[in-house]
Each structure stands twice: as structure tokens, then as C-alpha cells.
């Protein structure tokens, strides 16, 4: 596709749940991020691939989120017990190569997550 | 201190106005800039990036960016209602692989 996508766009699940959200990046870029935004907030940086390996996980909040991009490609933001406080939007944007200056991140729609 | 500071807003001006957004940050050896613009219940969209000290111009934005003040700005000029939106300073630091936002400035152009 000519952007990335993001999967679903909206899920709500219930406190104590797991879920798991997918990101799809724009053809040809190795490096891939998520994001997490609350209401008037900018975007919270969570983790960063470059091609299939984590290069960065340091802004996961805690052990209960872990991603994977198991190709190199796709990749799947995954929260286990779900608590309210996860509630908000999670982004993942893509880029080129991820490195040097010229890192110009392009955004998802984004998925809008509710625990209830 | 926030590591990428902006002013909430809102900000508003008349439409044909010039909008003036700011955006300081802390770290020094920070050394890529960039504008998002987003909308309501939408995700970031990328405007503007700036890499030099200076002003680079694309269309009716202009950013411009000063490393020794750690300031870099976007003006939008002849600002027309399509501009409403929240605009997001994000710096980057490649060495290590960071990407930092500001919580945005909110802008209403006003027909």
C-alpha cells in the first residue's frame, strides 16, 4: 500500500485482557516505530525496529507490552492484562532506513484503544 | 523541564494572517527538526523538516530553525481555515535513535 496501516482502528476490550495490535509500514522502509498519544499529549515514543530485531524497546512501559516484526515487515504490538491506564492511541509510524539525519517518519492511522 | 517545549494555544488567527508556531528543546546535539500537523481524531501528518540552521521554505510554510538559541519555529503564511489544527515540534537525535515530541500548539484560523 502507499502508506502504513494500522489494525484495528478501534479496539475496546475489557480490563485484564489481551490484545494485539498490527502495523503494516510502507514498502521498502526497514525501520519501525509505535507510538503511544494521550488526549493532548504528542506521541510517546514506545519502541523502534530496524528490520526484524528491536533496536530500541526502552519506552515500553513495562513487561506487559512486547512488539514483534518477525519478517521484517508487519509487526504486532502486543499488551497483556490490559489495565485502563493503557487506554489511548497507539501509532506506529515508518521510515527509510531509521538512521542519520534525514529520519522522516511517516504515521498510521493509528488504533484507538478503550479497556473498560 | 520538557525536553520539547511548545505553547498549548490555542492559537488564533485571522484567516490571510501569518501563524507563528515555536518550539524550544534541550538537548544540544539534537540534529533533525520536524513539523506534524494533526487533526482532529486523525494521526500526525509530516509538513516540514529542517536540518540547518536557517529557514527552508516549502509553499506557504516556512520553518526555521537556530541550534545555538535550541529554537526552531514554523510560519504558515496566508493561513486559511484548513490550517485548524494541532502542530507537533518532534526532534531527533540519531545517535541515539530518539524521537522526542512536543505536546503540540493547537491553531484556529478564523474565516
Known amino acids: 500500500g502507499a502508506g502504513v496501516s494500522q489494525t484495528p482502528s478501534n479496539k475496546v476490550t475489557e480490563k485484564g485482557k489481551y490484545v494485539e495490535l498490527r502495523c503494516d509500514p510502507i514498502s521498502g522502509h526497514t525501520a519501525l516505530y509505535w507510538y503511544r498519544q494521550s488526549l493532548g499529549q504528542g506521541p510517546e515514543f514506545l519502541i523502534y525496529f530496524q528490520g526484524t530485531g528491536a533496536a530500541d524497546d526502552s519506552g515500553l512501559p513495562n513487561d506487559r507490552f512486547f512488539a514483534v516484526r518477525p519478517e521484517g515487515s508487519v509487526s504486532t504490538l502486543k499488551i497483556q492484562r490490559t489495565e485502563r491506564g493503557d487506554s489511548a492511541v497507539y501509532l506506529c509510524?515508518?521510515?527509510?532506513?531509521?538512521?542519520?539525519?534525514?529520519?522522516?517518519?511517516?504515521f498510521g492511522p493509528g488504533t484507538r484503544l478503550t479497556v473498560l | 523541564q520538557k525536553e520539547v517545549e511548545q505553547n498549548s494555544g490555542p492559537l488564533s488567527v485571522p484567516e490571510g494572517a501569518i501563524a507563528s508556531l515555536n518550539c524550544t528543546y534541550s538537548d544540544r546535539v539534537s540534529q533533525s527538526f520536524f513539523w506534524y500537523r494533526q487533526y482532529s481524531g486523525k494521526s500526525p501528518e509530516l509538513i516540514m523538516s529542517?536540518?540547518?540552521?536557517g529557514d527552508k521554505e516549502d509553499g506557504r510554510f516556512t520553518a526555521q530553525l537556530n541550534k545555538a538559541s535550541q529554537y526552531v519555529s514554523l510560519l504558515i503564511r496566508d493561513s486559511q481555515p484548513s490550517d485548524s489544527a494541532t502542530y507537533l515540534c518532534a526532534v531527533w537525535t540519531y545517535n541515539n535513535n530518539d524521537m522526542r515530541f512536543g505536546a503540540g500548539t493547537r491553531l484556529t484560523v478564523k474565516p
Open positions: 529542517i536540518y540547518s540552521n
Open positions: 509510524a515508518s521510515s527509510l532506513t531509521g538512521t542519520g539525519f534525514y529520519n522522516e517518519q511517516f
